[in-house]
């Protein structure tokens, strides 16, 4: 199974700041189409999941474009470019490479300073 | 608009038995993969199984394998999870996803409360 881990585990940020959240896969993610397969999720507090960013990059309908999913094989990144109020919540990437099987990260939870 | 709607959850003892529904509205049930995934409290986010289109395949998280069955009804277009032999552990937040292209889950119900104990 493809292990998935997320740092830093909490983050806290200036509002107006950028934010930056690394996830590494235990296997690459590419597959031989050059797509990675590794999903962004935002969890308000509160509320059920919502997707942000799938295939490493390309970010869901309605999602702001303050928001940015960055990287290939193991390494990815999910960065904010300024963090606003709104944001606060926990991040989690997950990997789809295994679909129908699916591996979440550990979550790294934002939080406005 | 899609909407997913679950339903079932509920305190019961430690090998006691549940059933989740839920309920789809909103887009063409039988075009997409269906998913379950949960919550412990104060935990992250766990995939726990998924079914095809047709209800022809079913993958599981190892933890409920043998204990869990995923189904689907393209007439009523429902997702259940049939739960035995529950454990504290399987205690969780538990939601109904739909599985769109490249697997990325782009729809979330808002959950329904499973609580295992004595």
């Known amino acids: 199974d493809i292990v998935m881990t997320q740092s830093p585990l909490s983050l806290p940020v200036t509002p107006g700041e950028p934010a930056s959240i690394s996830c590494r896969s235990s296997q690459s993610l590419q597959e031989s189409n050059g797509y990675n397969y590794l999903d962004w999720y935002l969890q308000k507090p509160g509320q059920s999941p919502q997707l942000l960013i799938y295939?490493?990059?390309i970010r869901a309908s309605g999602v702001p474009d303050r928001f940015s999913g960055s990287g290939s094989g193991t390494d990815f990144t999910l960065k904010i470019s300024r963090v606003e109020a709104e944001d606060v919540g926990v991040y989690y990437c997950m990997q789809t490479l295994q679909s129908p099987r699916f591996t979440f990260g550990q979550g790294t939870k934002l939080e406005i300073k | 608009e899609v909407h997913l709607v679950e339903s079932g959850g509920n305190l019961v003892q430690p090998g006691g038995s549940l059933r989740l529904s839920c309920a789809a509205s909103g887009f063409i049930f039988n075009n997409y993969w269906m998913t379950w995934v949960r919550q412990a409290p104060g935990k992250g986010l766990e995939w726990v199984a998924n079914i095809k289109q047709d209800g022809s395949e079913k993958y599981y998280v190892d933890s409920v394998k043998g204990r869990f069955t995923i189904s689907r009804d393209n007439v009523k277009n429902s997702l259940n999870l049939q739960m035995i032999s529950l454990r504290a552990d399987d205690t969780a937040i538990y939601y109904c996803a739909r599985a769109g292209n490249f697997g990325r889950i782009d729809y979330w119900g808002q959950g329904t409360r499973v609580t295992v104990s004595s």
């Open positions: 295939l490493g990059s």
